[in-house]
């Protein structure tokens, strides 16, 4: 690279290092935004966060900024990421959509406001000490995916009554794992049913799990949250559909990717209260006192196309009742 470049580059670094100082000398707070994810794949999310903070009366550009920090599935960035928007002092730090941001966030300071929103039980996380009182310095919205397990097993069984084997895919070292396989399993109990747990923590470990599920047919496989596999979900649906393995997730980007089906809380409205509770925060409401708001809008989306490719017929019924279907 010549040197010309170089200074280039490292004006325009410098440029965006220095933002939320000459942002607060005209007066503006500024957002931390720390996620697991991408910018690509999160636009629709993060418009929806814009809407409700926009509601609370802040606007990015017009009397806020945001400093944006996207870990791109590489969840080890996201402690650095972390100190680096403290040691900015950001007014607060968001982590819409993205619980292994918001564990990362409560670890790295006890100070600076949090405002998340999380796919399981925050207390369990030590996010926050109850619902009703959070305590400490984090707030936010929990969708509780995790916790609907039972509702979306019933739903899956509902729609490829063939299934007789269920597998889940985990990252075992997420702080979601284990609430969403206890839930699961208990769930998979009352039915009469087992569901055999795969491991993958890179998406090459995405391949070998697929690989471990019999060839024979009559097998499924059911997802909860985690971000890592959201960030690979169009991997995880050509892989499924090759394998003709019917699958069910959490939130409808998989099934947009082309995954059968999918049952949880509607993300957009998430990702829009997480907004708005950040703009309460801004004008001076402190974490401690806001009760950790759950999610009361769930939704269930089906692919058509996909169904016909796996030759499983979706009954009037559940097409009816599907908040969207996709052909």
């Known amino acids: 690279m ?3 470049e170089v200074l280039s580059l490292l004006g325009v670094a410098a440029g965006v290092a220095a933002l939320p100082f ?3 000398a005209q007066g503006w707070p500024v957002i931390g ?3 697991a994810g991408s910018p690509e794949e999160n636009e629709k999310r993060v418009a929806a966060f814009r809407k409700g903070l926009s509601a609370g009366g802040f606007v990015e550009g017009q009397n806020v900024a945001i400093e944006y920090r996207w870990a791109r599935g590489n969840d080890g960035e996201l402690a650095g990421m972390a100190a680096d928007l403290i040691r900015r002092n950001v007014a607060v730090i968001v982590t819409p ?3 292994a941001a918001a564990v990362a966030a409560k670890k790295a300071t006890s100070d600076i406001p949090i405002v998340f929103s999380s796919g399981t039980d ?3 996380l030590g996010l926050v000490e109850g619902l009703n009182r959070p305590g400490g310095n984090a707030t936010g919205i929990t969708s509780l995916n995790a916790e609907v397990a039972a509702k979306r097993l019933g739903l899956f069984r509902e729609l490829a009554p063939k299934t007789k084997r269920f597998f889940t895919l985990v990252k075992p070292n997420s702080e979601l794992a284990a609430p ?4 699961l399993e208990d769930a998979a109990l009352k039915l009469g049913i087992h569901v055999d747990v795969l491991n993958a923590n890179t998406e090459g470990e995405i391949d070998v799990a697929f690989e471990r599920i019999p060839h024979e047919g009559g097998c499924g496989v059911v997802f909860g949250p985690e971000g890592f596999f959201f960030v690979h979900r169009k991997r995880i649906a050509a892989l499924a559909l090759a394998r003709g393995l019917p699958t069910i997730f959490d ?6 990717s082309g995954g059968l089906a999918s049952y949880g809380s509607d993300y957009y409205a998430v990702m829009e209260l997480t907004g708005s509770y950040a703009a309460r925060v801004l004008k001076g409401e402190k974490p401690a006192g806001l009760p950790v708001q759950q999610a009361t809008r769930f939704e269930m989306v089906l692919n058509r196309a996909t169904a016909g490719a796996l030759n499983l017929d979706i009954s009037p019924t559940l097409l009816a009742t599907a908040d969207d279907v996709i052909d």
Do not use: C, M, N, Q
Not at 180 to 183: A, L, Y
Not at 251 to 256: F, L, M
């Open 2 to 4: 010549r040197r010309r």
């Open 251 to 256: 939130v409808r980007d998989y099934v947009e």
């Open 97 to 99: 959509g993205s619980t």
């Open 122 to 124: 925050p207390v369990g």
């Open 22 to 24: 000459a942002v607060r």
């Open 180 to 183: 969403f396989v206890k839930d």
């Open 33 to 35: 935004f720390l996620h």
